[in-house]
Nanobody, 121 residues
Framework: QVQLVESGGGLVQPGGSLRLSCAAS????????MGWYRQAPGKERELVAR???????NYADSVKGRFAISRDNAKNTVYLQMNSLKPEDTAVYSC???????????????WGQGTRVTVSS
């Protein structure tokens, strides 16, 4: 079994910064892509940023230039550095990872439980 645990959420003022972390643990042979999604109240979940095992990234247009995704493959951890935060960034942020276990042939997508980010003065 694989678990993803996020940390780093909280309350921040507009213009501030936060860094989210998501650590994967368990029976992990390899991890392909990892990503961050968010869901604001009353809205559908949306992709924020994604990073492949080789380091290729893609971002939602709304966060380009403000957010940066990175990963530490040795720690099975993905990060999301969020700068110049806006009230519209308020949401529950969840990470996911495409993981192959030692007994698996295929990759499976696992999700964390989410961490709340509130941007407000």
């Amino acid at each position: 079994q694989v678990q993803l645990v996020e940390s780093g959420g909280g309350l921040v003022q507009p213009g501030g910064s936060l860094r989210l972390s998501c650590a994967a643990s368990g029976s992990i042979f390899s991890i392909n892509a990892m990503g961050w999604y968010r869901q604001a109240p009353g809205k559908e979940r949306e992709l924020v940023a994604r990073i492949t095992s080789g380091g290729t990234t893609n971002y939602a247009d709304s966060v380009k230039g403000r957010f940066a995704i990175s990963r530490d493959n040795a720690k099975n951890t993905v990060y999301l550095q969020m700068n110049s935060l806006k009230p519209e960034d308020t949401a529950v942020y969840s990470c996911n990872a495409d993981v192959r276990g030692y007994s698996d042939i295929y990759y499976y997508r696992y999700w964390g439980q989410g961490t709340r980010v509130t941007v407000s003065s």
